[in-house]
C-alpha cells in the first residue's frame, strides 16, 4: 500500500508556516514569536514521526518510507525566500535543528535503532566530537540519539545543560521536537494554517 507524499508533508503546508512568520512581528524573547517558530519546528517532526509511525506499522516498505523523508526533507530544508535577514537567520535556526531529526528517521528506518549507547551517551559523545571540530561525528552520533528516541527512550533534557551553544546544542533541540511529536503528534493540528 502505497502513500502519496501529501499524506505526511506539503510545500503548501511549509509556506503557510512561512507566510505567518513573514506576516508576524517576530521577537525570539517574546513567548508568542518563540512558540509559532516551535510550532513551525515541531509541525515538520510531527510529519517525519507520521512516516516512521507508518513504515513502523508496516503501511510503508523501507524505500518508500525514506523516499517520503526525502520528500518531506527536500521541502523542510529548501532555501526560504524570506526578505527580513533576522527571520531567515531564525527559520535557518529551525531547519538546523531539523536536519539531526532527518538523519535519525532515516537511519531508524535503515538500519533500526542504534544499540551501542544510551541516548545520554551519544548526546556527550556528539559534544565531544563537536569541541574536536568533528561536525560529521557529532551529527552521527545526535542521529542515533534520535533512533532511539524514535524507538520510545527519552532525552534527559539535563544533558544539555552542560553543552555549549552551536550545532549540537540546536540538534538537540530538534530531537527535542521529536521527542514531542512521539509523544503527543496532535499537538498542533489546529494550528497549521492549512
Known amino acids: 500500500m502505497s ?3 501529501d499524506d505526511f508533508y506539503t510545500e503548501e503546508r511549509w509556506q503557510n508556516w ?8 517576530i521577537d525570539p524573547e517574546d513567548e508568542d514569536s518563540a512558540r509559532l517558530l516551535l510550532n513551525l519546528q515541531d509541525d515538520a517532526a510531527i510529519a517525519i514521526t507520521r512516516v516512521v509511525g507508518a513504515y513502523d506499522e508496516g503501511e510503508l516498505e523501507t524505500e518508500e ?18 526578505d527580513d535577514e533576522e527571520k531567515a537567520m531564525l527559520i535557518d535556526g529551525v531547519q538546523t535543528s531539523l536536519i539531526c531529526v532527518f538523519y535519525a528517521a532515516d537511519e531508524y528506518v535503515a538500519e533500526g535503532p542504534a544499540d551501542d549507547a544510551t541516548v545520554e551517551e551519544y548526546l556527550r559523545a556528539a559534544r565531544d ?17 534520535g533512533t532511539l528516541v524514535l524507538d520510545g527512550q527519552d532525552i534527559d533534557m539535563s544533558v544539555a545543560e552542560d ?23 496532535e499537538v498542533i493540528e489546529e494550528d497549521a494554517g492549512e
Request: hydrophobic letters at 40%; a negative charge; glycine letters at 4%.
Open 65 to 82: 518510507a525514506r523516499e517520503e523523508l526525502a520528500a518531506i526533507q527536500e521541502v523542510v530544508l529548501d532555501d526560504t525566500e524570506i
Open 3 to 5: 502513500s502519496s507524499p
Open 163 to 185: 553543552i555549549e551553544y552551536g550545532l549540537v546544542a540546536e540538534w538537540i533541540n530538534g530531537l527535542d521536537s521529536l521527542q514531542s511529536a512521539t509523544r503527543d503528534p
Open 18 to 25: 512561512i507566510e505567518r512568520i513573514e506576516a508576524e512581528e
Open 129 to 145: 566530537a563537536e569541541a574536536e571540530e568533528d561536525v560529521e561525528a557529532a551529527l552521527g552520533y545526535c542521529a542515533r540519539a
